[in-house]
């Protein structure tokens, strides 16, 4: 069983939008820093976007997504959000939620920090 679990991922078309989300049936996410990564068929894992843990909340993004994507957290649901908006084919992969066991690091964007992964959801966009 997975430490966390991502879900929403669907076939969408050019331009439209799309939630993502992170839940754990084990971890209670707002202790944790998240973050959201994609890999795409033949490259890297990239990271995406990261929240810190509850009491920082402070978050990073990357460029390519820096002002369409925006992460949150509804500690309530203990589930972590990554709304897409304006997605291109471009932005097609296996998105994943990883979880970092520091509260508070300088920098959540990459994935040798992450100490827990879902399984990833699959976004498709077509043109």
């Known amino acids: 069983q997975s430490q966390l679990v991502e879900s929403g991922g669907t076939l969408v078309q050019f331009g439209e939008s799309l939630k993502l989300a992170c839940t754990s049936p084990r971890f209670k996410l707002p202790i944790y820093t998240i973050g959201w990564f994609r890999q795409a068929p033949g490259k890297e894992r990239e990271g995406l976007s990261c929240i810190r843990s509850d009491g920082d909340d402070r978050t990073d993004y990357t460029d390519a997504v820096k002002g369409r994507f925006t992460i949150s957290r509804d500690d309530a649901k203990n589930t972590v959000y990554l709304q897409m908006n304006n997605l291109t084919p471009e932005d097609t992969a296996v998105y994943y939620c990883?979880?970092?066991?520091?509260?508070?690091?300088?920098?959540?964007?990459?994935?040798?920090?992450?100490?827990?992964w879902g399984k990833g959801t699959q976004v498709t966009v077509s043109s």
């Open positions: 990883a979880a970092d066991i520091r509260s508070s690091p300088a920098q959540c964007l990459l994935a040798s920090d992450m100490d827990y």
